[in-house]
């Protein structure tokens, strides 16, 4: 038994069809990431900054990196750019990424 389905306003369906377009197109975005906040701010380039006796990579972050950052983001950015564990020595010269 097939069910039949008819048009009644074309004018409403061709809305509802945007409507659904635009869903979709939104929610594709939004999975694949082409929306990301993030992408704004990526780094414009990276300043070398020698470590002094005393400095963390807390203190580091707070200081180089945006005021609007999580410092725990920040750490862990400095971390992946210079292939680093947890801390930095004394002369040691590392790269801080710059952000507009």
């Given amino acids: ?41 990526s780094p414009q380039g990276y300043i070398s900054v020698n470590v002094t006796a005393g400095d963390t990579l807390w203190n580091i972050a707070e200081n180089y990196m945006p005021s609007d950052m999580d410092t725990r983001e920040a750490v862990y950015i400095i971390k992946k750019v210079n292939n680093i564990d947890s801390t930095v020595r004394d002369g040691q010269t590392i790269l801080i990424p710059e952000y507009s």
């Avoid at 097939?2 to 809305?15: A, Q």
């Avoid at 945007?18 to 704004?40: E, K, P, R």
Wanted: aromatic residues 14%; proline residues 0%.
């Fill in 1 to 41: 038994m097939t069910r039949k389905f008819r048009i009644k306003s074309k004018s409403r369906f061709l809305i509802f069809l945007l409507i659904c377009m635009f869903i979709l197109t939104g929610a594709f975005n939004t999975m694949t990431g082409a929306y990301d906040a993030l992408a704004s701010d």
